[in-house]
């Protein structure tokens, strides 16, 4: 796995989340010509592979979080998807991490305190019942 595009990095058991900017902006590529356009970060998705030793990408998506965040938000908001996969993973074995990980590529640095995860409250977002009634 190249790292050398990531800007963070958090592990928790067997999920890995990490932010990483790729140059992406809202039309495709970032285009620095265009005051509408921001750098935006991804997040990646891996699990740990004890076949291999190592973690394994399983998802990657584009987000509207802007790269220009404060650490401090980057963190707070990569804990939070962190928060979300590592439940998703160990508790909801029938959950699709690619589903989870369509649902949560609307983060940004705006909305992302409104995921709070709230265990009584929010597991619905990763349950399989959720995932039916789109």
């Not at 902006?25 to 620095?32: H, L």
């Not at 010509?33 to 740990?48: C, G, S, T, Y």
């Amino acid at each position: 796995m190249d790292h050398q595009n990531y800007e963070l990095v958090r592990e928790r058991g067997s999920v890995r989340v990490a932010w990483i900017c790729l140059g992406e902006g809202y039309n495709g590529d970032y285009d620095p010509k265009n005051p509408e356009d921001e750098l935006l970060l991804r997040f990646d998705v891996a699990i740990k592979d004890d076949s291999i030793g190592d973690f394994v990408t399983t998802e990657s998506r584009c987000t509207c979080f802007a790269a220009r965040t404060s650490a401090k938000d980057k963190e707070a908001a990569l804990e939070i998807l962190l928060n979300y996969f590592y439940l998703a993973y160990t508790n909801e074995p029938q959950c699709c991490i690619e589903t989870l990980a369509n649902k949560l590529c609307y983060i940004s640095a705006d909305t992302y305190r409104d995921l709070m995860l709230d265990t009584n409250q929010d597991m619905n977002i990763i349950s399989p019942e959720y995932q039916n009634v789109q």
